[in-house]
């Protein structure tokens, strides 16, 4: 499948190089980073080639106060917003105002607008643009090109290895997409893979909703690789059908018969296999500063003295001391000083039904922040009662935008705080300086709030069945 | 964009492995734009200054290896976060040219769009030239783009890989968007094409 993209999307081969120039159907501007590549545009004298297949896109500074401007935390980050609008509006790109109902994360608004779609090549400065991959399209963060293509609506790239992920059996009770995702960068470690795209398949993937497959897919980035995906499929076209962006009637048709000639043919060959048994897996908590370091919630804080690599054990031992940790204690004797529950990760409309389930009734013991991916999901959230549900049991109850993610909007965790985040990333200083980040699911993430420890989610379920 | 031909300039040596982009600038500092005049002090902020600004004790900070403009990684160099910030910060600082095992895929990019010579280099060849470093600081060395090689402190030379149109970008100082425009026409008669099967694009 992704040679079919990449051979679809070619316009020439660098001979000399090996490099490819691609054709690109997306590129969505964050306003954290796309003021660079305007910047480069205007001093260069360089149009725009294709605007009104760009997005623009305020979602890092987006306030989880509110959806105005005057929400967002400061005056620098207000210029970046008014700029990345103006910017848009002098070269006829699409632009989400803070304050339309449709705002969101990029990554959670291009699926939901059909903005993303299968066969697409979608590109996005932001690192988690492999999210978009699960609906079959082949998307990567491309950081500091998005004003090459912009002037030239192409990327240069090198060809990339497919390295398959199949994950096979019933997920047991309690487990989530999301610990789906950290089982497989555990097994592939956090720069496993490096150089390739993962397409997951499998009947594990095959079971998720297109919501799940975004949570899988979104990660990608943290097994080093340069994207994610998943073959489209009748789930895929089903979820396409209502998406406001997405083709209809007659081009419907169409798009239709193209989007099922992606998926890789029987025989396809692969770089690399891996194979995951769904059976065998369970919630997650990470204790480290990536997202391979993780242990089933059973599970205790590893041994760095019992890791025969020794650059590796030097990591290691860094790791705990930053996050606090003594090696040997169980993962459920920690306590825990804050809950994040949103990103493009796990801030759609399914991740926060199932994280409202476990609060229902409940009190948050810790601080808790609830922030919906999208203005659509917070209005479905909304509509569901979700929100009183997360008030009523003590949560906050936030904006659409990436907020404590990255804290690029002011909500920051605590230096030597612990956090229990449903986002992507537990790298030093993510969430603030000196945040202790432990990357979990929704449920448990939320049980981590109304207990305020770590807290194996399967026992709360247990109690309320 | 300054051209990159030859570089014989001080190394500093690093040794960590996964030093991602949110080490190499902290997300604090990625609203600043490339002309603010404290943008050199934002490379590595947190690892090279405490919280009252005193210094740390951090390569950068040690006389001998202050402003050097090769810099010597390990594994996984600059993963992480898409930040272009990162090559920025190390642009700004003057760091010219930056060596290690493996580099983030984003971060390699980036430096070559900012006129940096990522170097990828076996792990016992970087080890080596992290190590000469070590032992003798603010020693130079050399790198010849043209002819794609490292010359160590001990005269030992390593070549190294680039593709060649990431190398003709540095070495004529181009910027790549007008080297991808000459292929105007090839573009425009692929949309074309393009357009007729994938008309909802
Ligand atoms: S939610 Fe987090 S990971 Fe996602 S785009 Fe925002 S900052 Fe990046």
């Known amino acids: ?465 | 964009m300054q051209p990159f031909v030859k570089l014989t300039a001080i190394a500093a040596p690093y040794d960590r492995v996964n030093v991602d982009t949110d080490q190499i600038i902290p997300a604090r500092f990625l609203l600043k734009r490339r002309t603010d005049p404290a943008y050199p002090g934002y490379l590595f902020h947190d690892l090279r200054f405490a919280a009252d600004g005193s210094e740390r004790d951090f390569v950068l900070n040690q006389p001998a290896y202050r402003g050097a403009q090769i810099f010597v990684g390990s594994e996984n160099f600059g993963g992480g976060s898409s930040r272009e910030a990162a090559a920025i910060a190390f642009s700004t600082y003057g760091v010219r040219c930056v060596i290690a095992v493996s580099f983030g895929d984003i971060f390699y990019s980036n430096c070559i769009k900012n006129g940096i010579l990522p170097i990828r280099l076996p792990n016992e060849a970087a080890s080596a030239l992290r190590a000469q470093a070590h032992a003798k600081p603010g020693a130079m060395l050399s790198i010849d783009l043209p002819a794609q090689t490292v010359t160590g402190f001990d005269g030992n030379i390593h070549r190294f890989e680039i593709d060649s149109l990431n190398k003709s970008c540095l070495i004529e100082g181009l910027s790549q968007i007008a080297l991808t425009l000459r292929h105007r026409d090839a573009i425009d008669a692929f949309e074309r094409r393009y357009r007729e099967t994938v008309s909802w694009v």
């Not at chain 1, 979602?59 to 917003?81: C, M, P, Y």
């Not at chain 1, 910017?87 to 790109?93: K, L, N, S, T, V």
Request: proline share 4%.
């Open chain 1, 1 to 465: 499948m992704l040679q079919k993209i990449w051979d679809s999307h070619t316009v020439l081969t660098d001979e000399a190089s090996g490099e490819v120039l691609l054709y690109v159907d997306r590129l969505l501007l964050t306003d954290m980073s796309s003021f660079h590549a305007f910047d480069i545009l205007r001093s260069e004298s360089y149009a725009v080639r294709r605007p009104r297949q760009l997005y623009g896109i305020p979602d890092h500074f987006a306030g989880s106060t509110g959806n105005r401007i005057e929400h967002v935390a400061d005056e620098e980050r207000r210029v970046l917003v008014r700029g990345l609008a103006a910017d848009c509006a002098e070269f006829g790109i699409n632009y989400f105002e803070l304050h339309d109902p449709r705002m969101g994360i990029s990554h959670v608004i291009g699926p939901e607008q059909g903005i993303t779609l299968p066969g697409f090549f979608l590109l996005c400065g932001d690192s988690h643009t492999s999210t978009h991959g699960a609906l079959g399209a082949l998307a990567f963060g491309i950081g500091g090109q998005a004003a090459h293509v912009m002037a030239t609506q192409c990327l240069w790239a090198r060809p990339l290895k497919a390295l398959r992920v199949t994950v096979e059996g019933e997920r047991p009770f309690g487990v989530s997409a999301k610990d789906v995702i950290l089982a497989i960068i555990h097994r592939l470690g956090a720069a496993g893979g490096f150089g390739h795209v993962i397409e997951y398949a499998g009947s594990t993937i095959r079971a998720l909703s297109i919501e799940e497959r975004l949570t899988v897919c979104n990660m990608s980035i943290e097994a080093g690789a340069r994207g994610g995906i998943v073959a489209p499929d009748e789930t895929t076209y089903a979820y396409l059908k209502e998406r406001a962006c997405s083709p209809q009637g007659a081009a419907r048709d169409k798009a239709l018969a193209y989007w099922r000639t992606l998926p890789s043919d029987a025989g396809a060959r692969f770089d690399r296999e891996v194979t995951l048994d769904a059976p065998a897996l369970a919630p997650m908590v990470s204790w480290g500063n990536t997202a391979a370091d993780v242990v089933p919630v059973s599970g205790r804080v590893p041994n760095p003295a019992e890791e025969p690599n020794l650059v590796r054990r030097g990591t290691m031992e860094r790791a705990l001391e930053y996050m606090g940790l003594k090696a040997g204690t169980a993962m459920t004797d920690l306590t825990v000083d804050q809950v994040f529950i949103g990103s493009c990760t796990n801030g759609r409309i399914e991740d926060l039904r199932a994280a409202a389930s476990i609060a229902k009734g409940r009190k948050a013991k810790v601080s808790a922040l609830v922030v919906p991916g999208s203005g659509l999901v917070k209005a479905q959230a909304e509509q569901e009662g979700l929100d009183r549900i997360f008030k009523e049991a003590g949560f906050t109850w936030g904006h659409a935008g990436c907020s404590m993610c990255v804290g690029t909007n002011g909500d920051t965790v605590g230096s030597g705080k612990r956090c229990l985040s449903t986002s992507n990333r537990n790298f030093v200083g993510r969430q603030g300086p000196g945040a202790r980040t432990h990357l979990v699911s929704p449920i448990m993430a939320a049980a981590a709030a109304v207990t305020g420890r770590v807290t194996d989610v399967r026992e709360l379920m247990k109690e309320k069945a």
